[in-house]
Structures are given as C-alpha cells and as structure tokens.
C-alpha cells in the first residue's frame, strides 16, 4: 500500500479535505526533491542532503506514505556520520519509484470513503 489514509487522517483531525490538500501540496511543494538530494550529494553538500532527506522523512510519515517513510528512514541511516553502509544511490532510485507510485495516485484523486 503506497498510502495508509486510515493511519494519516487522525494526524488532520479527520478532516478529509485538509488531508487532501495537503497530499496536493505535498506533489507541488516535493516534486524536485529526489533530485535536489542527489545534486547536495554530487556537489558535496552531505548536511543539506541529510536535512532535506530528514525533512521527507516526517513529510511522508505524516501523510501515510509508509513505505517512503521507511525507504527516507533507510536514506537518513546511509547519510549519517556512521553510515549504515547501505546505498544512497540505489535508495534514491527505489524512493524515486515510490514517489512516482504515491504522485500519481494523488494526481488521480485519492478517494478516502
């Protein structure tokens, strides 16, 4: 499941509307986000890489999108100063499919009855 309503709706009150449009702005406001990390990456920026990356982390938690909660989770661990030894490359390119997944859903309209 690419996104838990159910989990996230208490976090907005149940208001569904609010929900919604945070979803909405989430997509306008992070739509460039996977590729700003690889830019801070490439160009030797680690701590602008590790907050945008801590940033997405509760972005996403927050709205229900729990497996790009924990693939971020995984990012932050690669990203500290003791590394997780993980990939951040190959974690950007399975975020980047998530996130694919979750935008479209949420262009299509996320139905929440």
């Not at 159910?6 to 569904?16: C, S, W």
Request: glycine fraction near 8%.
């Amino acid at each position: 499941m690419i996104l838990d309503a159910a989990d996230a709706l208490p976090r907005f009150a149940g208001q569904k509307d609010l929900y919604v449009m945070v979803l909405e702005k989430v997509v306008a406001d992070y739509g460039q986000s996977v590729q700003e990390i690889r830019d801070f990456l490439a160009g030797g920026s680690q701590a602008d890489a590790k907050f945008l990356t801590h940033t997405l982390k509760g972005v996403m938690g927050n709205v229900g999108a729990k497996s790009l909660f924990a693939l971020y989770a995984r990012l932050e661990a690669a990203l500290a100063d003791e590394p997780s030894g993980e990939n951040p490359t190959s974690l950007l390119d399975e975020i980047v499919a998530d996130t694919d997944k979750l935008f479209a859903l949420i262009r299509s309209g996320v139905e929440l009855d």
